[in-house]
């Protein structure tokens, strides 16, 4: 849940009730106030309609707005080519892969991200389904937004797709707000190395790594038993 959004969402209909009885009107304050249009402003609850438009900004800025600056991280950027590579997987999944940078460097490698059309797939990691176990699972800044039940949602995800002996890489931004205009409403997750620490324990997954990276950002790396 995106907690930024849900209280301007609640704030909003505090001010402009009426907007419940009226999708225009709420399509127009939704649009006024977040700068994303919904096709479908139905909804049985609050937090409903904040996932919807929590949804659509995020869609509106990685899908529009951000571009990928991998050269940029001393770990977590070209490197994990090098890192992929030297483990000779069967098959690897680049969650939130964006323009797909990976394809064509690393074999056989599946991108999924719901708001970019270079992905093989234009899925998240929750609405991804498949019956292939991962050597490799890439996660480089996507598994990053909202509050800690989604985050750990797409965690436990990711790793039910591994193989045995899987190894999975991690950038994460510890809650550093992108400075874009269209960010201002995305919430990104505030990593530590003790909430990774302590999803290991709970997964049962050694901690081959765990350090900071270039731009305020952590990296660590993940083996499933």
């Not at 998240?124 to 909202?146: P, Q, R």
């Not at 190894?167 to 510890?174: A, E, Q, S, T, Y």
Request: aromatic share 12%.
């Amino acid at each position: 849940m995106n907690l930024k959004i849900l209280n301007e969402v609640e704030y909003m209909l505090q001010t402009s009730p009426q907007a419940l009885r009226n999708p225009a009107k709420l399509k127009q304050l939704i649009n006024g106030i977040f700068s994303v249009e919904l096709d479908d402003v139905s909804f049985s609850t609050v937090a409903e309609l904040t996932d919807k438009i929590d949804t659509a900004v995020l869609h509106k800025y990685f899908g529009e707005v951000w571009q990928p600056e991998t050269k940029k991280f001393k770990y977590s950027g070209l490197k994990v080519i090098e890192e992929v590579n030297a483990l000779k997987p069967r098959n690897v999944l680049d969650i939130g892969c964006g323009y797909n940078e990976f394809k064509g460097k690393i074999p056989n490698l599946i991108g999924i991200d719901p708001y970019n059309t270079n992905a093989d797939y234009e899925v998240g990691i929750i609405d991804y389904n498949t019956d292939i176990k991962f050597d490799v699972i890439i996660a480089l800044g996507s598994i990053n937004f909202g509050s800690t039940d989604k985050v750990f949602a797409e965690l436990e995800k990711a790793v039910s797709l591994c193989a045995p002996g899987a190894v999975m890489f991690f950038r994460v931004n510890p809650g550093h707000q992108h400075d874009k205009p269209e960010a201002k409403w995305i919430t990104f997750y505030p990593w530590n190395s003790n909430f990774i620490m302590n999803c290991a324990d709970y997964f049962n997954v050694d901690v081959l790594d765990l350090r900071n990276d270039s731009n305020n950002r952590m990296y660590f790396v993940w083996r499933t038993k």
